[in-house]
């Protein structure tokens, strides 16, 4: 079987359809309610979205809204801080793909990777990756916490662990996604994994040169005035 090639699409050449297809859409307010989560399946598989993103909890509930028609469902381990033990972001991962998740973007554990513990960073990756296979792990960076320097580690830790994404940001963080961290990230990985960038996306302007960078996912709540904004 050939290895997947990550790179994204020239932005030139994104129809809303394409882009659609490249956006993660997403709600992750602790405060949202049920009709939003309503909501937000229904706008997917108008869309078609890549996938609907949300908390654990809200998974069997959207998983049951989107059975059949092809949207996937992507969760949050480690969420916000990254900061738990191994053995519970593997049980989060567990109990996500039980109940319908196959998608699961992990937050690092950037204390862990600024102390140095590169065996412990790898290792945490690495057992989410085994929890959730054979489905998609992305690894969310939080670059906002990192230096040049710890993005380029965090990006081979990945790769080494198996993961099939690095991602920018969770959106709790100082600031989300910039041009500069993709840009980064993509050179450091190749096409060897995807680059989602995430947190802070509100417009086609700023989703386009996230691409341009590139992105070849995007995570953002706005991903219907996106498509709006592409259409018009």
Request: with cysteine; aromatic share 4%.
């Amino acid at each position: 079987m050939p290895t997947p090639s990550y790179l994204p699409p020239h932005p030139e050449s994104l129809t809303p359809a394409t882009l659609a297809g490249l956006i993660d859409h997403t709600l992750l307010k602790p405060e949202a309610v049920a009709s939003q989560f309503e909501q937000l399946c229904r706008e997917a598989a108008t869309y078609r979205f890549a996938s609907v993103c949300v908390n654990p909890s809200w998974v069997r509930f959207c998983a049951a809204r989107l059975s059949g028609s092809g949207i996937p469902v992507c969760t949050v381990v480690g969420f916000p801080l990254g900061a738990i033990q191994t053995e519970s972001k593997v049980e989060e991962t567990n109990r996500a793909i039980a109940e319908g998740a196959t998608e699961i973007d992990m937050v690092l554990h950037a204390g862990w990777l600024k102390s140095g513990y590169q065996d412990q960073v790898l290792n945490d990756i690495a057992s989410v990756v085994r929890a959730a296979a054979p489905h998609t792990v992305k690894v969310i960076l939080e670059t906002c916490l990192l230096s040049e320097e710890e993005k380029i580690t965090a990006c081979a830790l990945s790769r080494a662990a198996g993961a099939r994404f690095v991602k920018t940001s969770t959106g709790f963080g100082k600031t989300g996604a910039t041009v500069a961290d993709v840009a980064l990230m993509r050179r450091c990985i190749g096409d060897a994994l995807g680059v989602k960038a995430s947190g802070g996306i509100r417009d086609l302007k700023t989703a386009l040169a996230m691409i341009g960078a590139g992105a070849n996912r995007i995570g953002a709540s706005a991903s219907i005035d996106i498509i709006t904004a592409m259409k018009s």
